[in-house]
């Protein structure tokens, strides 16, 4: 059984910066497609950015192209959401996911569409 392990995040003013972090456990995350999604309050969860299986394709949606800089550590089996220039409208928490077949990324998503999901992160962009 896959685990996905998040941390990072917090409360930032805009124009800051933060850095989350999603450790895989049990497999090897070069099988996956990897992605990070984020849900604001009253939402749907909406893909951030996503990498195909051994981080092919890396893609990232127009909102956050520029700002946002999606990285892994094969050795640590970890990837990272690096979040600069932060914005009010970035509020939301945000979610790791996995999953051995392909999915959609600039898109609305439901859960059960991915099948492995890190515990969540809350970012608040507030000044």
């Known amino acids: 059984q896959l685990h996905l392990v998040q941390s990072g995040g917090g409360l930032v003013q805009p124009g800051g910066s933060l850095k989350l972090s999603c450790t895989f456990s049990?497999?090897?995350?070069?099988?996956?497609?990897i992605g990070w999604f984020r849900q604001a309050p009253g939402k749907e969860r909406e893909g951030v950015s996503c990498?195909?299986?051994?981080?092919?394709?890396?893609m990232y949606v127009d909102s956050v192209r520029g700002r946002f800089t999606f990285s892994r550590d094969n050795a640590k089996n970890t990837v990272y959401l690096q979040m600069n220039n932060l914005k009010p409208e970035d509020t939301g928490v945000y979610y790791c996911?996995?999953?051995?077949?392909?999915?959609?990324?600039?898109?609305?998503?439901?859960?059960?569409?991915?099948?492995?999901w890190g515990q969540g992160a809350q970012v608040t962009v507030s000044s």
């Open positions: 996911a996995a999953d051995t077949f392909a999915f959609k990324c600039d898109a609305r998503i439901r859960v059960d569409e991915i099948d492995y």
């Open positions: 049990g497999f090897a995350m070069t099988d996956y497609a």
């Open positions: 990498t195909a299986k051994g981080g092919a394709r890396l």
